[in-house]
């Protein structure tokens, strides 16, 4: 029963910014991580960016430069923050909450973002 919040999503120009947020139960808590992920419609699932609760991220080559992964100093949200969109960057984009055992397994709703002029 655990509860994703996710938001942020939004209609864009190209070139604008967005900034997606996700609030992971238990994040803060245990030795978790989050990802964000995209999928385009017709396309396929694509990996953005990973965080954990220590600070450490990653960012995908295709958004490197573009986008960025944050998190609060404490509590349990996440942020992508998005600068520079593109149309291929026209997606649905969704955080999944993993980690060790003790971190729930658990994707947020989704955020749409739209890129286009």
């Known amino acids: 029963q655990v509860q994703m919040v996710e938001s942020g999503g939004g209609s864009v120009q190209p070139g604008g910014s967005l900034r997606l947020s996700c609030t992971a139960p238990?994040?803060?808590?245990?030795?978790?991580?989050v990802d964000w992920y995209r999928q385009a419609a017709g396309g396929e699932r694509e990996w953005v960016a990973h965080?954990?609760?220590?600070?450490?991220?990653r960012i995908a080559d295709s958004v490197k430069g573009r986008f960025t992964n944050s998190k609060d100093k404490a509590g349990d949200t996440v942020y992508l923050q998005m600068n520079n969109l593109k149309p291929e960057d026209d997606a649905m984009y969704s955080c999944?909450?993993?980690?060790?055992?003790?971190?729930?397994?658990?994707w947020g709703q989704g955020s749409q973002v739209s890129v286009s002029s």
């Open positions: 238990g994040f803060a808590s245990h030795d978790c991580g």
């Open positions: 999944k909450l993993g980690g060790e055992r003790a971190c729930w397994r658990a």
């Open positions: 965080i954990h609760n220590n600070g450490a991220s």
